[in-house]
């Protein structure tokens, strides 16, 4: 008898599933037209966008980018079943309103930082209100221009003599020259590091630097970061907390406990480790592909256009290739977006980078082209600095703006300069008219299968010219 009406119960709701399935089924099958040649993401009642979002799965930045491209004011709403209903900007003015005149309403909030707990645990990339500003306050003092002159530019010059300089010496001597490099695992070591060095000060880099990368699963830095912190700290090995001791006697000194140093530490390497790595990657590929400017790099090198039109590349590669793709708030509270779109409590906002970069309406007709003209302004000015970073928020913009773009900009220049000055890259799959390699955008953006370059070694001549950093 229970079994009969468990049946009566159980056959409606099946056939309802079933016939949901099927309508599913039938219009990703059925529908072969390709999703970007409407405004929005094609919606239907119950399951919203999830059709098209399922077709466009694999290649969602490109996905995203056509249908902002042709949203009239660059935003999207995407709702599907199952998931938080999410607004997708490329606006320059909605991302001024989310990251700077609405600040407090869009933190990151509890679904990111649940996802990123066990890696982040409370470091500054996962918390939000009192928690972060405090914890900006004190990690700030280690991006001043004198940590950045003493502790970075020693950091870059010793790491730099101590392996990237001598693995590429190696690989241009190997097999005739034709031995093969990954440049953006070298370049990830690389910066890996450096970051090490600078976070964890001098006896830093002998707990973590001397990891190969392919074992730092986040459990390993942890582990790693935590010995290290608690041995600092019970060896009394702190300096004062107003200056030189790095981020550890600063966090000792406010009174923090070992726990939280760590995330603050891990924080730090994090934000470090693969962005510079990433954008430097896409740099040394585009030069391959550009060898015009590579030459004016070369050619200006030993005069003051060499930095800014050395800038002026990085920056057009950020907007091409932004290291980190998109980037996600929730809403605190409903809201309306600037362009009139309406945000409600618990949204996912999410400003776009990558798809900023290749709007026509703020860079014009050429947005798709790689050309460093656009950002010299003036031979002397810094490229990036008149643009706002509402327009490229490649480093994101407002109260939560990177801490470490000025850190990063030294480092990038030190280390193009530093390549391309004593070798010439040979992508290994670069013939004339291939496809770029993919862009994969997780949490920090890379290059699917790495940059495989051949090396070689430049004339003496061309070694002998400086490359300011
Ligand atoms: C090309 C290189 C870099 C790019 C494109 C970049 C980009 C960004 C972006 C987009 C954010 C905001 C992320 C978010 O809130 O979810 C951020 C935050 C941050 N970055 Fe960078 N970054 C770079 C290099 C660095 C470096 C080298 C450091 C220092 C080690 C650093 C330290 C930080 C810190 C501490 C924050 C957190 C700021 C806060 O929440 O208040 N970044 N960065």
């Not at 949901?20 to 390709?34: A, L």
């Not at 969602?60 to 935003?75: F, G």
């Not at 932004?322 to 009139?340: C, E, I, M, Y």
């Not at 993919?438 to 920090?444: D, K, N, R, S």
């Amino acid at each position: 008898m229970a079994d009969l009406e468990c049946c009566s119960y159980m056959l409606p709701l099946l056939t309802c599933c079933l016939f949901f399935i099927y309508t599913i089924c039938y219009m990703i099958t059925t529908s072969s037209r390709t999703s970007d040649d409407h405004l929005a993401p094609k919606s239907y009642p119950v399951i919203g966008c999830l059709v098209d979002f399922y077709r466009n799965r694999r290649r969602l930045l490109a996905w995203y980018t056509s249908l902002l491209a042709a949203s009239p004011s660059q935003t999207i709403v995407v709702d599907r079943l199952g998931a938080r209903r999410t607004v997708v900007t490329a606006n320059p003015a909605n991302v001024e309103h989310i990251l700077k005149s609405n600040f407090v309403n869009y933190p990151k909030g509890k679904p990111f930082t649940d996802v990123l707990g066990d890696l982040l645990g409370g470091g500054i990339f996962n918390v939000d209100g009192d928690a972060w500003y405090a914890q900006r306050k004190l990690v700030s003092h280690e991006f001043s221009a004198r940590v950045i002159r003493d502790t970075v530019g020693v950091a870059l010059e010793r790491e730099a003599a101590a392996t990237l300089v001598p693995a590429l010496d190696a690989a241009s001597a190997g097999d005739g020259g034709m031995a093969v490099v990954d440049m953006q695992e070298l370049l990830r070591q690389f910066a890996f590091n450096v970051v090490c060095r600078v976070a964890l000060g001098g006896d830093g880099e002998m707990a973590l630097a001397p990891l190969p990368l392919a074992r730092l699963a986040s459990a390993v830095i942890h582990d790693a970061v935590m010995v290290f912190v608690r041995r600092r700290r019970r060896n009394n090995n702190l300096a004062s907390a107003s200056g030189g001791g790095g981020l550890v006697a600063r966090m000792s000194a406010a009174g923090y406990g070992d726990e939280a140093i760590r995330d603050a530490v891990v924080s730090f390497i994090m934000a470090g480790r693969d962005t510079t790595s990433s954008a430097l990657t896409w740099f040394f590929w585009l030069m391959s592909r550009h060898r015009d400017v590579e030459a004016q790099i070369l050619l200006d090198s030993s005069s003051s256009g060499a930095t800014v039109l050395l800038h002026a590349a990085l920056c057009e590669t950020m907007r091409l290739y932004p290291p980190v793709a998109w980037d996600s708030k929730h809403a605190a509270d409903d809201d309306t977006l600037p362009d009139g779109t309406r945000v409600r409590r618990g949204d996912r906002v999410t400003y776009f980078p990558y798809g900023m970069g290749r709007m026509e309406s703020i860079w014009g007709t050429d947005a798709g082209e790689f050309r460093p003209a656009r950002w010299m302004t003036s031979s002397s000015s810094p490229a990036s600095e008149g643009v706002s970073p509402f327009k490229w928020p490649v480093f994101q913009g407002g109260p939560r703006t990177c801490l470490g773009k000025e850190m990063a900009f030294v480092q990038m220049k030190f280390v193009a300069a530093a390549v391309l000055r004593r070798f010439e890259l040979r992508p290994v799959a670069a013939a004339e008219g291939s496809p770029p390699p993919e862009f994969v955008p997780l949490l920090t953006a890379h290059m699917a299968g790495g940059l495989k370059v051949t090396v070689r070694r430049r004339s003496q001549r061309r070694q002998n010219g400086t490359c300011g950093r």
